[in-house]
């Protein structure tokens, strides 16, 4: 084998596992940031398609982005995000809730998010220590913007596009 | 990109649902990577032969396609099983594992004669059985995530799980030597005729799977009760108790089966998921301070009353100083790190390397050997994609809702990335060195087995953390009637802001 071939070789083997760490870095990033792009990217045409195939009942209440997660920002599970479906969302310290939060001041069946026509709205379950939104105790179903803090416990929640 | 996967999680109606985002299971992503991890794994295997044959022969790529083919079908699998896993644990394990059956079927051909050289059949010598060994893990993996649908249901087993590690640990210490001993370490079932098990590699994933629940359920008493000593919460001596019983255990690993390495893991694995659990600061002082003593106590006892600490004593005296002996205690550290050094910046090429000067280059060594012929540029390459692995378990660790899982992924990671330190360290002269086989390239069929179920219990943990939410609030609500319903019965009719 010439020299030329095998130092080739052996600098693009150097190369090219490289070039696979930095892919792989790729996808992870692309993963990171994936909710956010496609939050801001695709709001605008969802908004039209929504008003042109569907009846404007709906289109009134989701002014504005979508939300596209349920981030804790405060509390034992800070950092976690969930990212939002068409179920419901139950937090509670009871096992089999979406979210399974340890505060020591949450109920076993606390609150639950549920989503209609667009728009999430939390509902408290009669929980001791109540479910507050911002500053307000939630006592009816009460819809959630963008950003606003759900008190739960020691917890709190928002909802991110 | 993901269409494929997508119509299978999220119901056709969601196409129009505003407020819904299409999860993307990036499975393609992951086929792609998987792809261009088996090109890079024969691009080695053939500049290998170019290296070491002068000439490459017509199926070089005859390993790498049985590696991809395998590879391939648990990516299949997790398609139809784990459609939300992280798409980047597959191909970088994938990948580090290639270059690992690709090293240990160069060393055979550095050891063969030249005639064999040409013939070398596929499954022959050490390389040939670590791809048999390979292909065996990967199906014991998907069956792992064939059987275990959801993570949680490992903690129904936690305590058959935590009594079979210590079983698994145990065995090896009294065992006779004649059964357990290789190398001076006594790690190890001997079947005479049949072969070795290294038990201590599965007893790490019970034990630790134990751990998890154990803290769950403990994380309350652990991380409220306490004392507060210098501005950091201190535990009640009480709860200590469990803390001690494990540190107790490494110790005995430690000196009973003379292992330094698992019994700093198992020791590092629990207190770290106490750490994950409690968030306490105090646990990890503790623990080191633990470790280290006990580790010193070692020593000392080592040099004054011999015995059963003799062994990490002369570890602890080879680390100090290789150089004092180099040809006969230090020899196989002083050739290691000889080995590094001829390796330099760019490595000598896959295949330009003599191997064969390096005892126990096929396991321990491994790291060693194969930076020689890629160097640092390359070894760095191989340890960012460790990084990227533990990274990827973490990160599944933060995103998974259930304490269980996070304790499980964060602890798996960790252990992962602290038996990356504990052989890496060693070779390299930063702590006392110890025979830990290198995740997913050392030879050797019960660690290549043990890692590639932790993989799959990470795809796992991962799938569930990336899952969007679909049924209701768990399986016990769902029977309960949609929640539309329930909401349209409430009261107040909802006014917007």
Redesign the interface.
């Known amino acids: 084998m010439p020299e030329l071939v095998i130092t080739v070789a052996r600098f693009g083997f150097l190369i090219l596992l490289w070039i696979f760490v930095f892919t792989v870095v790729g996808v992870i990033r692309r993963d990171l940031f994936a909710g956010a792009r496609s939050g801001r990217l695709v709001a605008a045409p969802r908004a039209v398609g929504a008003s042109t195939g569907q009846p404007a009942k709906p289109a009134k209440v989701k002014r504005g982005r979508a939300a596209h997660q349920l981030v804790v920002t405060a509390g034992q599970l800070a950092g976690t995000r969930i990212t939002l479906g068409e179920a419901q969302i139950t937090i509670g310290r009871a096992e089999d809730s979406t979210l399974v939060i340890t505060d020591d001041y949450a109920s076993a069946r606390h609150a639950r998010l549920v989503p209609r026509e667009g728009q999430w709205f939390v509902e408290d379950l009669g929980s001791t220590n109540g479910t507050y939104l911002d500053r307000a105790k939630v006592t009816g179903p009460t819809p959630v913007p963008l950003g606003v803090p759900i008190r739960i416990g020691r917890t709190s929640l928002e909802l991110r596009p | 990109m993901t269409a494929a996967a997508v119509p299978a999680a999220?119901p056709a109606?969601?196409g129009?649902?505003?407020?819904?985002?299409l999860?993307?299971s990036?499975r393609n992503?992951e086929l792609s990577?998987l792809l261009?991890?088996m090109?890079?794994v024969a691009?080695?295997a053939?500049?290998v032969e170019?290296?070491v044959l002068?000439?490459?022969t017509t199926d070089f790529w005859i390993p790498a396609a049985a590696l991809g083919l395998v590879f391939l079908g648990l990516h299949l699998v997790i398609r139809w099983l784990a459609p939300f896993a992280d798409?980047?644990l597959l191909?970088?394990v994938a990948?580090l594992n290639g270059i690992g059956v690709g090293f240990l079927r160069r060393y055979d051909l550095a050891q063969a004669t030249p005639e064999e050289r040409e013939t070398l059949a596929i499954f022959a010598g050490t390389g040939g059985r670590q791809l048999a060994w390979t292909l065996g893990a990967v199906v014991l993996a998907a069956a792992l995530l064939a059987i275990m649908r959801d993570h949680r249901s490992l903690s129904r087993y936690a305590y058959t799980l935590g009594l079979a590690g210590i079983v698994l640990v145990m065995i090896p210490a009294v065992l006779p030597g004649r059964f357990s001993e290789v190398n001076g370490a006594k790690l190890w079932i001997i079947v005479p005729g049949l072969g070795q098990i290294q038990p201590g590699e599965f007893a790490k994933l019970a034990l630790l799977a134990f751990f998890a629940y154990y803290l769950v359920r403990k994380?309350?008493v652990l991380s409220l009760a306490s004392r507060r000593v210098l501005g950091i919460d201190f535990p009640r001596g009480r709860d200590l108790g469990p803390v001690l019983v494990v540190w107790m255990i490494s110790l005995l690993v430690l000196v009973f089966e003379k292992d330094l390495g698992t019994s700093l893991l198992y020791f590092g694995m629990f207190v770290v998921t106490l750490y994950i659990a409690t968030?306490r600061v105090s646990w990890l002082l503790i623990g080191l301070i633990l470790f280290f003593g006990g580790a010193y106590l070692a020593y000392v006892l080592g040099s004054t009353v011999g015995g059963p600490f003799a062994n990490f004593y002369d570890r602890a005296q080879i680390w100090l100083d290789p150089f004092a002996e180099p040809y006969d205690r230090g020899y196989q550290l002083v050739q290691g790190l000889l080995t590094l050094g001829t390796g330099g910046l760019?490595?000598a090429?896959?295949g330009?390397g003599q191997p064969t000067l390096l005892p126990e280059v096929q396991t321990d060594f491994i790291f060693a050997g194969i930076g020689e012929e890629?160097?640092l540029?390359?070894l760095s390459?191989?340890l960012?994609?460790y990084l990227?692995i533990v990274?990827?378990g973490l990160r599944a660790a933060?995103?998974v809702?259930?304490?269980f899982g996070k304790l499980l992924a964060g602890g798996l990671a960790f252990t992962l990335g602290l038996q990356v330190f504990v052989i890496v360290g060693g070779i390299s002269k930063l702590i006392p060195l110890t025979g830990q086989t290198t995740p997913f390239l050392s030879a050797g069929g019960s660690s290549l087995m043990a890692n590639w179920l932790l993989i799959a219990v990470l795809l796992r943990v991962s799938d569930g953390a990336?899952r969007?939410?679909?049924?209701?609030?768990?399986?016990?609500?769902r029977p309960a009637g949609g929640?539309?319903e329930q909401?349209h019965g409430?009261?107040?009719e909802?006014i917007?802001?």
């Open positions: 999220s109606s969601t129009e649902q505003p407020g819904v985002r999860a993307r990036r992503a990577l261009l991890a090109v890079l691009a080695y053939a500049t170019a290296n002068d000439t490459v798409p980047a191909p970088a990948l994380r309350e968030e760019f490595g090429g896959p330009g890629i160097g540029f390359g390459a191989l960012v994609i990227l990274e990827r933060l995103a809702r259930d304490s990336r969007p939410v679909t049924g209701g609030g768990g399986p016990a609500a929640p539309p909401l409430a009261p107040t909802v917007r802001p």
